[in-house]
């Protein structure tokens, strides 16, 4: 008989496992641009194990990089960018976009390969990111109270963080994600259209979304 759990996790992060399996496969071919100049024996080891992740479950993966809660949280993002752009296509665009940089960042940071000071940048980047979430909560849970322009400058910071972290490790194309991550879900067609009050639906994958925000807080994972 399937474990419970199992089975929740199956269902709950079924998009994101998808993707995770796809991340490498995908990218094989570009992984050699994502190298510098001078690849180390910590750059190639870093770059295999990327190649890795390809070759085992997604589901193993998926327990590794997101956890369970955070798989939901992508899952229903995916829902309100399908729902905004009325594209499959693009809201499966952007959560693959969004994976391939937590892995690539789960690699660099499980591997300790940022420096001092980017550590620095990543605890500042966590008390903003922390803040930004805070916001969204209070945004759904008290009336008249959403402020897409606050959204929208807090996802500036976080994205120059973000940067700013990777600056050293990862090229251009990564760059390029990373910026059309924050640039769609910080724009203010997009977060009005997610936060309408009049919009059942949306109201509707928003409190699932705050319902597991709130428990990523209360466990000091957001």
Avoid: W
């Avoid at 690849?39 to 590794?64: D, P, T």
């Avoid at 309100?80 to 693959?96: Q, T, V």
């Avoid at 390969?113 to 909560?137: G, M, P, Q, Y």
């Avoid at 067609?189 to 428990?215: C, G, W």
């Amino acid at each position: 008989m399937t474990d419970k759990k199992d089975s929740i996790i199956e269902g709950s992060t079924k998009l994101v496992e998808k993707y995770l399996k796809e991340v490498d496969d995908e990218e094989d071919s570009a992984d050699e641009d994502d190298l510098p100049t001078s690849a180390s024996a910590q750059s190639l080891g870093v770059r295999a194990q990327k190649k890795l992740l390809s070759k085992i479950s997604s589901k193993s993966v998926a327990k590794v990089f997101i956890d369970e809660t955070s798989g939901r949280v992508l899952d229903n993002l995916h829902k309100l960018i399908r729902g905004y752009s009325g594209s499959k296509k693009e809201a499966d665009k952007l959560l693959k976009a969004i994976i391939k940089t937590i892995v690539k960042l789960g690699i660099l940071y499980k591997n300790n390969l940022f420096t001092d000071f980017e550590s620095k940048l990543i605890d500042d980047f966590r008390n903003r990111f922390h803040s930004l979430s805070k916001a969204i909560v209070t945004f759904y849970e008290v009336d008249f109270t959403f402020d897409r322009l606050f959204l929208t400058r807090m996802c500036k910071e976080c994205q120059e963080l973000t940067h700013k972290i990777v600056s050293t490790h990862l090229t251009q194309k990564s760059h390029t994600r990373i910026d059309y991550i924050y640039n769609y879900v910080s724009n203010l067609q997009f977060l009005d259209y997610v936060f309408n009050p009049n919009a059942t639906s949306n109201r509707a994958i928003i409190k699932d979304i705050v319902e597991d925000m709130h428990s990523l807080m209360d466990a000091g994972l957001l």
